[in-house]
């Protein structure tokens, strides 16, 4: 299979999950005491406002908060916020694999309908349904598994990790990029097909999978300990 077969494979895999199992999950959403409908409302109006902000300081006070306090993100380089006032540079980041979290939550908030988040409970949940897919789950998984916090996500991408090591090399994989080709790609034809107006909530369907793979990431844990 090449590049294209293979994601088209696991776009229809992740469309016939949509109705049944990830349209469910998006309703459980839940960050900050809000629900997703609430939580798009919000981003959709911090996003208008980042957009009309017209100094470079009003631009990163949005961004810092969105990221830092409503996103719950700790920052080392403080001085990335400067650089997520610029959409290229941002993307140039995520694309090189750098600050993919943070970097993804900035882009979400500069067009929150063309760009999304992309944090460690996403990437388990697209690690996780690359293993459940037929046509690819033999092939290395192409999305990158972000780091957390959490025990409970490190010790379940340790396990995704270690099956990803058996799976075969295959010529159309490669991280670099994956966010705007695979990511991006992704939802962007889910969206079509399933979620044309609120694009978001197959995002947020992807963080509650994720948060869920972390409580069955402890108990395949404590099963193998």
């Known amino acids: 299979m090449n590049k294209e077969e293979v994601f088209k494979a696991f776009v229809s895999f992740v469309?016939?999950?949509?109705?049944?199992?990830?349209?469910?999950?998006?309703?459980?959403?839940?960050?900050?005491?809000?629900?997703?409908?609430?939580?798009?409302?919000?981003?959709r109006e911090w996003s208008r406002e980042l957009n009309a902000a017209v100094s470079s300081s009003d631009k990163e006070k949005i961004l810092d908060d969105f990221i830092r306090v409503w996103g719950r993100i700790y920052l080392r380089d403080k001085g990335r916020i400067g650089e997520f006032t610029d959409v290229k540079k941002t993307l140039n980041l995520v694309d090189k694999n750098k600050c993919v979290s943070s970097a993804s939550k900035a882009l979400s908030l500069w067009s929150p309908t063309e760009y999304f988040i992309y944090d460690s409970r996403v990437s388990i949940a697209l690690h996780k349904m690359w293993g459940e897919c037929k046509e690819v789950k033999n092939l290395k998984c192409p999305f990158v598994l972000c780091p957390s916090r959490s025990k409970k996500a490190k010790e379940f991408m340790a396990l995704l990790k270690e099956v990803d090591k058996t799976r075969k090399v295959w010529a159309g994989r490669g991280y670099q990029k994956f966010y705007s080709e695979w990511y991006l790609k992704l939802i962007a034809e889910l969206r079509e097909r399933c979620e044309k107006e609120c694009p978001e909530k197959i995002e947020m369907a992807l963080f509650v999978c994720g948060k869920c793979g972390e409580s069955e990431g402890e108990r395949l844990c404590c099963k193998k300990n």
């Not at 109705?19 to 919000?42: F, M």
């Open 15 to 43: 469309e016939n999950r949509w109705e049944r199992v990830l349209l469910p999950l998006s309703a459980k959403y839940e960050w900050n005491g809000c629900d997703g409908d609430t939580t798009i409302e919000k981003r």
